[in-house]
Structure formats: structure tokens, C-alpha cells
């Protein structure tokens, strides 16, 4: 989840006018969805098309720097930091839920376009399940290992089912019917998916 760029992969060009560019894709991202186009993106970061070729071969390796960039502007290794360094599982699970929801709410948007690329780019989706996958782990190491190993985790539950649930509630997917479709306040999805997640969780 957190580690968001592997060892393989480059950057090139001017890191200021890279930037510019990244920033711009995620506020064209969360603006557009996935009609973003690369050349709406270049226009907003006052770069050439061939500029933005030059830093990133193209969409998919926008669409991939956008993961790393996405990390660092929303300042999620800090947040997620709170949830490892939780002193009990049943605090880890209130924290992970927590920023889970509160991370849809920042990443809606810019994940729709990313979910859609995933369809479209073979490589982009390998990339991008491969951090999903990470963010499962994470959830399963994290958390729902930790409840079970503390006695707090019901006996209803096993791990990959218990990781299996906290994945589908917290999705995106998720958090846009509730939210776009059905009306619910981000404040609401909150308190609500937490109250769902964690009496279904953990024995009282």
C-alpha cells in the first residue's frame, strides 16, 4: 500500500516540471475521471505533449507515477503509520477503518481513473493489483491477525474471510453508493462502515 514504487522504476527529466505534471493529473483526475486526457494534463502543467511523453513513455507510466505521487500529496505513510502503531488490534482495526474511509473520500475520484485504466493497460493492471494486494496484506498482518492472536477476533471469522470482508466494505465501489447513489455524508459512510465492521469483527 504505502510502498508504492518498486526498485525497477525510473524517472526522468526535470523533477519540478514532473511534479507540476503529477499535480495536475490528480486535480484533473478528481475533476474529469477517467475522460482525463493526457493532453488536458499537459495544458493545465504548461508542458508540451512531447514534454509529458518525455517524463513519463506515456499514459500508463502517468498513470503509474500517480500512485507514489498520490502517497506523498496526502501525506499517507504518516496516517498509516498511526494504524501499525496501534497498541492492540481492536485499536489497529478502528484506525484502519478509519483511514480507509477517509482515503476513499480523498481518492474517489482519481481511483475511478485508475480502476478504469486497469482494464484498459495490461501492464498498468498488473501494476495496480499488485498494490491492492498490498493493501491486503497489510489489512491481514496488520489488524485481523492481530485480533485473532489477542483472543478478540470471533470464532465466526478466519483470517482470509475477515480480511475478504473489510476489503468489500471499504472499497471504493463501496463508498460511491453509498455516497453518490444512496446519499450518505462522508461523515456518515464513516461512523456507519466502522459501527458494521467492527461489531461484526470483534467479540465484545
Keep these: 500500500m504505502i510502498d508504492t514504487m518498486s526498485s525497477s522504476e525510473q524517472t526522468y527529466g526535470d523533477p519540478e516540471t514532473r511534479r507540476r ?6 486535480e484533473l483526475s478528481a475533476e474529469l475521471g477517467p475522460s482525463m486526457r493526457l493532453i488536458d494534463v499537459a495544458r493545465k502543467a504548461g508542458v508540451s505533449h512531447q514534454g509529458l511523453y518525455l517524463h513519463f513513455g506515456g499514459r500508463n507510466g502517468l498513470l503509474v507515477a ?4 498520490m502517497v506523498e500529496t496526502f501525506d499517507l505513510t504518516r ?30 475520484a482519481i481511483g475511478w481513473v485508475l480502476e478504469e ?21 497489510v489489512i491481514e498482518d496488520d489488524v ?7 483472543g478478540s477476533l470471533r470464532d465466526v471469522w478466519s483470517i482470509e474471510d475477515a480480511t475478504d470482508l473489510v476489503l468489500a466494505v471499504t472499497t471504493l465501489g ?8 444512496l446519499g450518505w455524508t462522508p461523515e456518515q459512510y464513516s461512523e456507519n462502515v466502522t459501527r458494521v465492521l467492527m461489531n461484526s469483527l470483534i467479540d465484545s
Excluded: C, Y
Design 79 to 108: 496516517r498509516f503509520a498511526q494504524v501499525t502503531e496501534a497498541p492492540n488490534g481492536r485499536a489497529a482495526a478502528a484506525r484502519m477503518i478509519d483511514f480507509l474511509s477517509s482515503m476513499n473520500g480523498r481518492l474517489d
Design 117 to 137: 485504466a486497469q482494464h484498459l493497460d495490461e501492464a498498468f493492471g498488473r501494476d495496480w493489483r499488485r498494490k491492492t494486494l498490498g493493501l491486503r496484506e
Design 144 to 150: 485481523i491477525m492481530r485480533l485473532s492472536e489477542e
Design 21 to 26: 505534471i503529477l499535480d495536475a493529473a490528480l
Design 66 to 69: 500517480m500512485l507514489p505521487h
Design 174 to 181: 463501496t463508498w460511491r453508493e453509498l455516497t453518490r447513489e
